[in-house]
Structures are given as C-alpha cells and as structure tokens.
C-alpha cells in the first residue's frame, strides 16, 4: 500500500479510542451472546432479568467483578499475581490492531483507513503477541503457588505451544497464495483473485480446529476441565483479575475469528454492504459456530488432544503447505 | 532500514498503550471499589485443595512430559520460522525457493518420523 497518505497523528489517536472501545463492547456482549445462545440451545431462556432480553447483563457483571474483593492468596508472588491477568488482556487486546475490518474513506482531506496498523509482518505479531499471552497464564497459574492452579497453567502451555504449531503451519499456504505477511494486503490480494476459502480448504480446516484449541474453547478447553482441575491456571483467581483472564480469552475467539475472516474469507470485502458491516457479519457467522461447538461436543481427553494435535493436524498442515508451495512454484 | 518503514508503527503503538491502559485500570479499579472482608482468617488464604486444607503445597511438581512438549515445540517453531521467508519469496524465487522448500521438510520429515517411532508424540503420563 501507499504511505503517503495524509494522517495525522490525531486521527490513528481517535481510530485507535473507538476500536478498543468496539472490541471491548464486541467482547461484553460476546458474553451475553453466548449465554443466551447457549440457553437457548439448551432449552432455557439464558440471561432475561437485567434490561430487555437481559441486554443490560454485561454492565452487570462488570460492576460485580469490580465490587468484588481482591482476594489474595497467602503463598501468591504479588506482583505476578496481579500483572500476569493484566499481560493477557493486552496481548489480547494489541492483537486485533493489524486486523483489516474496512477498506479507505475519504473524509474532506484526510484519508482514514479501515485499519488499525498496517505493519509488514502483521501476521506475525499476531501470532509473537499470541505467544507472549502464554506467559500469561503460565506465570499466572505458577505465581498463585496452588496444585490446581499450577497443573492447570503447566496443561494451558503445553495445549496452546502444540496447537501454536499447526496454527502457524496452516496459514502458509495463505502466505504462499497471498505473497505477504501484511493482512490488509492478503485482503488486497484476495479482492483480486478469490477467497483463499477455496483453494486453501485444507488450510482453513486446519487453522479452525487449531485455533479452537488457542483459544481454550470446548471441546479442548483441557485447561479449565473443571471435573479435574477446578478451574485449572486461574483457580485462585476471583473478581476483576479473574474477569480479565475471561476478557482475555473472548477477545482472543474474536481476534481470531477476525484473523479467520481475513485469511480465508475476504476480510471485510463483499457486495452491496459496507466494509465494516461485511466484516462484523462474518465475524459473527464464526463467533456463532464457537459457541454452537461448545453447547454440542464433549471434551476430550488430555492424550487424544496431545495425539490429534502432533500426530494429525502438524502433518496435514505441513502437507497442504507443500502442495500449495509446489502448485503456486509451477503453476 | 528506512526511519519511514517505522511509520507504519505508530498506529500499533497508539493502540498498544490504550491495550495496555484498558487492564490496567481495571485492575486500578478492582483495588479502589473492591468491598474488604471485616474479619480475615488465615483459612481463607490458603490455596483451595477441594476439602483437606493441609496448606500451601512444599515443593511443586508435575510430569516431565509437559517439559518433552516444549522441547518439540522449540523444534517446529524454528522450522516455522525459517519456513516463512521462503514462503513469501516462493512465487518471486519460481523453483529453486521451491527445491529449498521441499529439502527443508524432507529434512523435518526424517526427524519427524524419528520422533513418533521413538514415541515422543504419546502422551504418557
């Protein structure tokens, strides 16, 4: 893309404002979604008391967690204790920043583009910020100094490095195919040519089950498998801390979503409707399918994620890879 | 490399602090509105242990598998890591980015394969 476009450094200020703030409401009312979804599902009505349709539910809880006592255990490491929740909103939070939801307006002079950052290893930070969110909840758990909390941080780390894997080995096609690691020209590319969807099928089956498994959602939320761990790295975590730990992990499903969305399907491109509402509606469409998993499948077992894992999603991701890279190299 | 190419930073670094603040006030927040218990007893500090409170546990420990997990880890990830430059260059480099590429996993096949026969990619427990 041209750098010469003219944006002053107000106007990333006031752009960067609004997207935190609509992901942090995309993620309040990810929550309310999911409960109701899941009610539903289930056959209840899921959360109907605070406003209509219980649309007031996610002010609720945040003024609950906050109310909350900051419980401290005895043994914790403070300063880890507290920050580590802290680390994990962020790198939640940072990664959604390369993510394309909205092609370039004009507005008198100035140019505002549908995007936060267009950096030229976008995917990359996305995933380097991916990794430092580990340590979150490795530290996190460690630091709280209790069985659950330290077996279930140690499961987290191991879950998220194999699944990290093939998660990176399956957009290498998309790389391949897209010629960049910038997402907004992954997006460009696909405009001109077509959905990476369809010739990286493969590819997005891979990234989708793999990146399930990073964001800790059922069926391999192994880490919070609460018949053996509790509630495994943050079991003596309550209140806000606990709350940010759980802001974490549904922006790291909406970031990735979003991440699905650029990748394989066009990004914020479509007929007929703006950018931005393209890029919700998709968004939405697999935010949907996250939660319809969690209200059908049964968890696995810990060897079953660990085999399925190395021994079945690393040579499939690796194999579409090289047929990609031998197709494009010929083609 | 060019000051310019550092441009394309500053909007991530803008966004960066606000991710940043976001936690943090929130944490901030916790400890200023958060209500105070009127009587502490040790009891309720101690790390859960789903009935018997023998307190915090000596030493902690767990399976030797998790650190065999890492070590694979650091394997794939540096292939990943030298795989993805010459993913991107692989349509400008035409057959020798291919041939790089195709050796490269071969290389990485041969020490796959050495690694489940040797087991490594059971869990075991």
């Not at chain 1, 909103?89 to 267009?118: E, K, M, Q, R």
């Not at chain 1, 209790?146 to 998309?174: D, F, I, P």
């Not at chain 2, 101690?46 to 307190?55: A, D, L, T």
């Amino acid at each position: 893309m041209d750098s010469g476009l003219n944006q002053p450094w107000w106007i990333d200020l006031i752009k960067a404002l609004i997207v935190i703030n609509l992901v942090m409401a995309a993620f309040a009312y990810c929550t309310w979604l999911e409960r109701k979804l899941l009610g539903r599902m289930q056959l209840r009505y899921g959360p109907n008391r605070a406003g209509p349709f219980g649309l007031l539910q996610p002010i609720a809880d945040l003024v609950k967690l906050l109310r909350k006592e900051s419980f401290f255990p005895a043994n914790a490491i403070d300063l880890l204790y507290i920050a580590a929740p802290a680390v994990a909103c962020f790198t939640a939070l940072a990664a959604f920043s390369v993510i394309p939801f909205g092609g370039v307006w004009h507005v008198g002079d100035y140019v505002i583009t549908g995007w936060i950052a267009n950096v030229s290893i976008g995917l990359l930070l996305i995933f380097a910020l991916g990794a430092i969110g580990i340590y979150a909840f490795l530290v996190g758990g460690w630091a709280s100094e209790s069985k659950y909390s330290l077996l279930g941080s140690m499961r987290t780390a191991a879950q998220l490095v194999s699944y990290e894997v093939s998660l990176a080995l399956s957009v290498l096609g998309v790389v391949i195919m897209g010629k960049s690691l910038s997402l907004v020209d992954i997006v460009a590319e696909q405009q001109a040519t077509i959905w990476f969807a369809a010739p990286q099928f493969v590819g997005l089956l891979v990234f989708f089950v793999a990146g399930i498994a990073e964001t800790n959602r059922p069926p391999f939320d192994l880490p919070e498998a609460e018949q053996e761990l509790v509630a495994g790295y943050h079991t003596e975590y309550s209140g806000m801390r606990f709350g940010l730990y759980s802001t974490a992990e549904y922006i790291n499903m909406i970031t990735l979503s979003g991440l699905a969305v650029t990748l394989f399907f066009g990004g914020w491109g479509g007929p007929w409707l703006p950018g931005p509402l393209w890029f919700l509606l998709k968004l939405g469409a697999f935010i949907f399918v996250f939660i319809w998993l969690r209200a059908t499948l049964p968890r696995l077992r810990y060897d079953q994620l660990m085999r399925f894992g190395w021994k079945v999603l690393l040579p499939v991701a690796t194999l579409n890879a090289l047929v990609t890279a031998i197709l494009v190299a010929l083609l | 490399m060019p000051l310019a190419a550092l441009d394309d930073w500053f909007p991530f670094l803008v966004y960066g602090f606000f991710a940043l603040a976001i936690p943090a006030s929130l944490i901030a927040g916790s400890f200023i509105l958060a209500t105070r218990p009127k009587t502490t007893a040790r009891q309720r500090t101690i790390p859960f242990e789903s009935g018997v409170s023998v307190g915090p546990p000596k030493q902690q420990r767990f399976t030797i598998s998790f650190y065999l997990t890492a070590m694979l880890f650091i394997v794939f990830d540096i292939e990943i890591v030298f795989l993805y430059p010459v993913a991107l260059w692989l349509d400008a480099l035409g057959s020798f980015a291919l041939a790089e590429f195709g050796f490269f996993i071969a290389i990485l096949a041969i020490a796959y394969v050495y690694v489940w026969k040797k087991g490594a990619l059971d869990w075991r427990t």
